[in-house]
Nanobody
Framework: QVQLVESGGGLVQPGGSLRLSCSASGALDYYTVCWFRQAPGKEREGVSC????????HYAETLKGRFTISIDNAKNTVYLQMNSLEPEDTAVYYCAVGFIGRGYTGNYFQSDLYDYWGQGTQVTVSS
């Protein structure tokens, strides 16, 4: 059982930055950790994933260049650095953990790949 706690959300003005953290109760070695988000009235969507299996990163196409995912294995924590934030980025951000074997070539943003989910952290981008 892996417990996840997100933090770092808050209110930020358009163009600003935030860094979200996802702290896990155990080691994240060989796991895949993803950030998802859900805006009011919209479906949950994948944001970014880090696969510790091969140290690969994956991003939603529309967010490339603004968001960066990273991991600190020593702290069992995954970060999501979000820059140039826009009002459309307003959502609850969730982290999720699952084990995906090496060589996976499918869509990392399928929710059913992930067994453990955090409670979410609210990000609001508004002036």
């Amino acid at each position: 059982q892996v417990q996840l706690v997100e933090s770092g959300g808050g209110l930020v003005q358009p163009g600003g930055s935030l860094r979200l953290s996802c702290s896990a109760s155990g080691a994240l070695d060989y796991y895949t950790v993803c950030w998802f988000r859900q805006a009011p009235g919209k479906e949950r969507e994948g944001v970014s994933c880090f696969s510790d299996n091969d140290r690969s990163t994956h991003y939603a196409e529309t967010l490339k260049g603004r968001f960066t995912i990273s991991i600190d294995n020593a702290k069992n924590t995954v970060y999501l650095q979000m820059n140039s934030l826009e009002p459309e980025d307003t959502a609850v951000y969730y982290c999720a953990v699952g084990f995906i074997g090496r060589g996976y070539t499918g869509n990392y943003f399928q929710s059913d790949l992930y067994d453990y989910w955090g409670q979410g952290t609210q990000v609001t981008v508004s002036s």
